[in-house]
């Protein structure tokens, strides 16, 4: 009687301990069979994550029409770049006046103006510094081209360039002379982007 008493013990214990086990992990989204309750991310997460991804602006891309801006320059004049209709134009953006990568990426473009000339290519270089910061940086490096006052980063946004901390990626644009984008450059190596544009411009 004791022998089976302690058998039926046994059993029953290894039962409960069955019982006990982990249940798999449910699902992003699945229901509970005890609750009902839908398992899904917290309220916190996924409005954060929808705001990321709201904030990014979807990148302008070969074929785009290049926005409708008027652009302001260093002295007080002002060109719509739909006027340009018929001729190519680089639309470069870059951080700030007077820094090291901006000075190597400006002085190729000013290095090669002969043959950005003889290309009868535009060029414009647009960042959020002002009218006097860009006439510095022009007389620093003799400069032949332009560049656009964009202190409130209107023209960035309008080219949908991300602006950080109150400065505009590097990123470059190029016109076609039917006003839609011939070549985006959303990733700019400021030692070769001279280089690269002439390429584009002999390649298109």
Known sequence: MKRHLASMTLVCGTLALSACGSEPTAPAGATSARSGASVRPTATATATSAASAS???TPLAAG???PDVTLALHDGSKVALSSLRGKRVLVYFY?????????????????????????GLVVYGVSTQDAASHQAFIDKETLPFPLVVDVDGAIARAFHVPVKNGFAARQS???????K?????????????AAQVLA???GG
């Open 200 to 202: 584009a411009i002999k």
């Open 181 to 193: 984008l011939e070549k985006v450059w959303l990733e700019v190596a400021p030692p070769e982007h």
């Open 173 to 179: 644009f190029l016109v076609g002379a039917d006003g």
């Open 95 to 119: 951080p700030k006046d007077d820094t090291p990568g901006c000075r190597v990426e400006a002085q190729g473009l000013r290095d090669k103006w002969p043959d950005v000339q003889a290309a």
């Open 55 to 57: 904030d990014a602006p």
């Open 64 to 66: 785009d029409a290049a």
